[in-house]
């Protein structure tokens, strides 16, 4: 074990010690209390011993020690001629040990059982426990690898009261040693004697001298060199050595800035294990909790004793194993196209692998309550012991359950107090402005001094208290629901719901005193406003992972535009998964995405676009919207915008009392006939929902075939397909009241959609005997909220080599204005085939934005006239031969093809060409050039003549044939 690498000793601490963890749950201890005849100490399990083998282990590996002991092998006990009491030499100290673990927790609450020369009158006192408790450490109120934590730090009572000459420790690290047994109860509490019995340790660590391994004798301090976890340290720090004088020794330390610590030797007493000296030292380096690393320099000096070196140094650097120096940065592309990208992670030392999280933002519309189906995303920290999803009759606020939370015991010998139980949400959540956390509660038998805390924490570790604690209201509880709404705090969080005892004092209602009443608090419908979240898709795992590929392969999903994931990653040291390093946030960009002004000005904007490959045009359509304040009521004003299809024997338009939400009218749909398959009716709308809004409506059901259901359906090409959202099956009952109804319409988010309602029977089924006052299904008060409505849509033909369009009069269809909102898409067009719409981009025009100011030249004629092309003055936009600055400079169309030849005149001494010129263009130089050879031009003795309109060059003629072009210059 490699103490300075600080990596391998937090790997080392997951893989080795934490694995011992939970082992109250494994004790599985066959012991009795109440007796004391012989096999009443009872037995523990080999998983138990394991666990207690393991974390003795740990420690000897972080001291430099052979970390290959054993516990509970069947060694048996050492028996010396001058021992008082003498137990079977055939007796083990497995067997021993857990006789004096009983009589440790027989005699409490005496304390003669932690005697290592216990008197016969100890209750359950055998030879054997005497035997293991002369040559064991004793230990009440800790067990099994408990106990060996506080055998090592030596700060705690219980380990045979303060122990300056650490001398647990100095047996547990005895250099050579290779056996040793443990004998564990895991204690008791009484409650309706309202009493408790602790748990108890005894281990055997004084070795036979057979059992000794031959050892080459080392230094041996405790903390350690070089990096320890802090929750281990303690206030008592030793160094040993076999046969070690230090008597006279000294001990300095010093901290990072060479500071002399303060430091009081408080034993150097022999008989402990190997011989050692103790000191304990400040409070500073005591701590058991740091923030950042930090480090502390001991020298012992002045050691006597043959061959033992005369000074020991070293460095001991306490350290969070929570906590890593390092986290993993990905790096990569923040707009990738929907097809993905290739992203690198850095390394992390010592990692045994890095994961990749992908996540994708969305917004938070969901509920959390307990049900059945869907299955709710928390995380239980609860004892178990009571059921966490109660149906506790008036308790369950909607649905059939609720969360709950209760003390199960009011003691636990384990925790040596009451256990807090706690519920955590399992969703990375993102609070915008005014976000909150909305949930309903109704207390139940619940102390003044029980309290229910909201806390919110950015690493899963730190919690914070959110909003005001809820405290009990004694034995009455709460009459009905109250409705909570705490403020959560803007950026990335976690949210945990906490049930605590505030004073330890005082008395508490716990369920197994009242197992048949509602003790405790009950929670539903936990919701959250002005939030989204990260749904978590998939996590990449390997070692030494150094890229990964993002697509919808790796994402398990479809990659669309638009969409926000976080690419995080995060180390695994030990079997441990550390939290995610900082995120990498990316929005998807895809063939068709348009980028620019969200508030143009009212003389329009370019906005660029990424082309389709495969495309020879496209269509740019640009939608105006406006706001939709729509409810559709079946009132008779304003008259309802939908058509139906019925059967006649019914009306679609239904007073009957207690079925309707509002008004004095609800639609009504239901077979009526045995025959009939579906009834519906269409909401005649265009609407166009946000990423928030959802399909609002109210209904009531009456008597209805379980095998017919109420359809909510959406469509997106104007009815020729519907998708169903929403299905309500029948009840052959009718419903006591109108219930409202929700449904998101956020995978339709700024597409245009129609909706229907429609009852269908479901294949095989059969309707009911139609009754004509009570039958069917009531719907009422439906809209769309967060949505709009289409005005009117125009579209425009774009070039197959545009980059970019235009939004401006002629590509609305009318002049833009204050107020207006559009929606802004393109498709391609391959031959004849129409490809599917883009990604939207929603744009509202202002007279109160800037106009831009366009660059002179050819560049402000290009982005002015011809925005979107892409054209470059010695490019050929349309491919007539003739490059786009010719044309510009020429006032030619660079979008059409076409023919401009010069006219040419020869005459006896000259040769001249000459063409319209409309206009001189700022930042051109017009010349001429004339070769005889058509390989070597000069514009020597050109000449250039503008005039009324017209450009003329001339040149003088040559002795044979002569040659004269054009020769236009971006200056």
């Known amino acids: 074990m490699d103490t300075s690498d600080r990596s391998e000793v937090v790997s080392f601490y997951h893989a080795i010690y934490m694995a011992s963890e939970g082992y109250h749950k494994r004790i599985a201890w066959t012991g009795n209390y109440a007796s004391t005849a012989a096999g009443a100490e009872g037995t523990v399990s080999e998983a138990f011993s394991g ?17 290959a002991v054993r516990v509970n092998t069947g060694g048996t006990v050492r028996v010396l001629s001058e021992d008082a009491h003498q137990p079977a030499t055939n007796t083990t100290k497995m067997a021993a040990s857990q006789r004096s673990a009983l009589m440790i927790a027989r005699t409490y609450p005496g304390n003669g059982g932690l005697s290592h020369s216990p008197a016969q009158s100890c209750t359950a006192w055998t030879s054997a426990a005497w035997n293991a408790n002369k040559n064991g450490n004793l230990s009440l109120g800790f067990f099994g690898p408990g106990a060996v934590d506080a055998y090592v730090k ?7 009261a303060w122990n300056l000459d650490a001398g647990h420790r100095r047996w547990l690290f005895l250099q050579g040693a290779t056996d040793f047994a443990t004998g564990d109860t895991p204690g008791v509490f009484n409650a309706s004697a309202n009493t408790v019995r602790p748990p108890t340790n005894a281990m055997y660590v004084v070795p036979k001298s057979s059992e000794l391994e031959a050892v080459s004798p080392v230094f041996v301090s405790y903390p350690p060199k070089g990096y320890l976890p802090a929750k281990l340290n303690t206030p008592f720090w030793s160094l040993t050595y076999p046969g070690a004088d230090f008597s006279a020794a000294t001990v300095s330390m010093t901290d990072t800035a060479s500071n002399p610590v303060a430091v009081s030797v408080v034993s150097r007493r022999s008989g402990y294990g190997d011989n050692g000296i103790v000191w304990q030292v400040s409070a500073g380096a005591a701590t058991k909790e740091v923030v950042s690393d930090i480090s502390w320099n001991v020298t012992v000096s002045n050691i006597q004793g043959a061959g033992v070196p005369a000074q020991h140094s070293w460095t001991v650097t306490l350290i969070d194993p929570e906590r890593l120096n390092q986290s993993p940065v990905i790096s990569g592309a923040s707009s990738p196209m929907t097809s993905g990208a290739s992203y690198s992670v850095s390394a992390v030392s010592g990692a045994d692998e890095i994961q ?9 519309n969901w509920t959390e309550g307990a049900e059945d189906s869907p299955a709710a995303k928390i995380i239980d920290r609860t004892s178990g012991s009571y059921p966490l999803r109660a149906t506790t009759a008036g308790y369950v606020k909607t ?25 955590e949400l399992d969703r990375d959540m993102i609070p915008g402005v005014s976000g909150k956390l909305n949930f309903q509660y109704r207390r139940g038998l619940m102390t003044g001094a029980s309290k229910l805390a909201v806390e919110t924490s950015t690493d899963g570790r730190n919690w914070t208290l959110a909003g005001n604690l809820i405290s009990g209201l004694g034995g009455a509880g709460d009459s009905l629901f109250q409705s909570a709404a705490i403020n959560l705090p803007e950026g ?44 978590h898709s998939v996590t990449l795992a390997g070692a030494g992972i150094s890229s990964f590929a993002f697509n919808s392969s790796t994402a398990g999903v479809p990659l669309l535009a638009g969409q926000e994931w976080w690419l995080r990653a995060r180390a695994v040291l030990g079997g441990k998964a550390f939290p995610w390093g900082p995120a990498k946030v990316v929005t998807l960009s895809g063939p068709l995405q348009l980028s620019g002004p969200v508030v143009p000005p009212l003389s329009g904007a370019d906005y660029n676009f990424i082309s389709d490959p495969s495309a020879d045009s496209y269509r740019l359509e640009v939608v105006r919207l406006a706001a939709a304040s729509w409810t559709e009521g079946a009132e008779t004003s304003p008259a309802p915008q939908v058509t139906a299809d019925i059967s006649p024997s019914y009306g679609l338009y239904s007073n009957l009392k207690g079925y309707r939400q509002g008004g004095a009218l609800a639609f009504r749909l239901g077979l009526s006939t045995a025959a009939d398959e579906v009834d519906s009716f269409t909401i005649e709308r265009q609407i166009v929902p946000g990423a928030t809004s ?13 095998t017919n259901a109420l359809h909510a359906e959406v469509s997106t090409d104007e009815g020729a397909t519907w998708t169903s959202v929403f299905a309500l099956p029948g009840l052959q009952k009718a419903e006591k009241k109108v219930l409202r109804q929700a449904v998101s319409l956020a995978p339709w988010a700024d597409r245009s959609i129609r909706i229907r309602f429609a009852v269908r029977k479901a294949a095989g089924g059969a309707n009911l005997k139609w009754n004509a006052k009570s039958s069917g299904v009531w719907i009422d008060d439906i809209r769309v909220t967060d949505s709009a409505m289409l005005v009117s849509t125009h579209e425009s033909v774009v070039s197959g080599s545009a980059v970019k369009v235009r939004l401006n009069a002629a590509s609305v269809g009318e002049s833009l204005t204050d107020g207006m909102t559009l929606r802004l898409r393109m498709r391609p067009v391959t031959g004849a085939s129409m490809g599917g719409w883009g990604p939207a981009l929603i744009v509202n025009p202002s007279s109160s934005s800037a106009e831009p100011a366009l660059p002179a030249g050819f560049e402000g004629w290009a982005e002015s006239n011809h925005a979107g092309l892409g054209l470059s003055f010695d490019g050929d936009s349309d491919r007539d031969g003739i490059a786009d600055g010719i044309e510009y400079a020429f006032s030619l169309d660079p979008t059409m093809a076409q023919a401009s030849p010069d006219a040419l005149a020869v005459g006896e001494e000259w040769l001249t060409i000459s063409r319209p010129l409309p206009e001189v263009k ?49 200056e």
């Open 51 to 67: 666990d207690v083998e393991r974390r003795l282990n740990y420690f000897r590996a972080m001291s430099g020690l052979p970390a």
């Open 154 to 160: 030596e700060d705690v009572m219980g380990t045979s």
């Open 356 to 364: 990749a999280g992908l996540a994708l933002r969305k917004n938070a």
């Open 399 to 423: 649905g059939a359950k609720a969360f709950r939370l209760t003390f199960p015991t009011r003691y636990d010998p384990f925790l040596n107090g009451v256990p807090e139980q706690i519920i």
């Open 492 to 535: 990335l969080l976690r949210v945990r719901l906490r049930y605590y005892l505030a004073d330890p004092s005082s008395a508490l209602y716990a369920h197994e005193d009242y197992p048949s009443q509602p003790t405790g608090i009950f929670i539903d419908d936990i919701s959250t406003t002005n939030c989204t979240w990260l749904e």
């Open 694 to 706: 959802e399909l609002e409506f109210w209904t009531r059901r009456g008597a209805m075939s379980k």
């Open 922 to 970: 700022e930042g051109i130089r017009y010349g001429a050039e004339w070769a005889d050879d058509l390989t070597s031009w000069s514009d020597e003795g050109v000449e250039i003549e503008i005039l009324d309109g017209v450009i003329r060059a001339s040149v003088p003629k040559g002795e044979s044939s002569r040659f004269l072009r054009w020769r236009i210059e971006a």
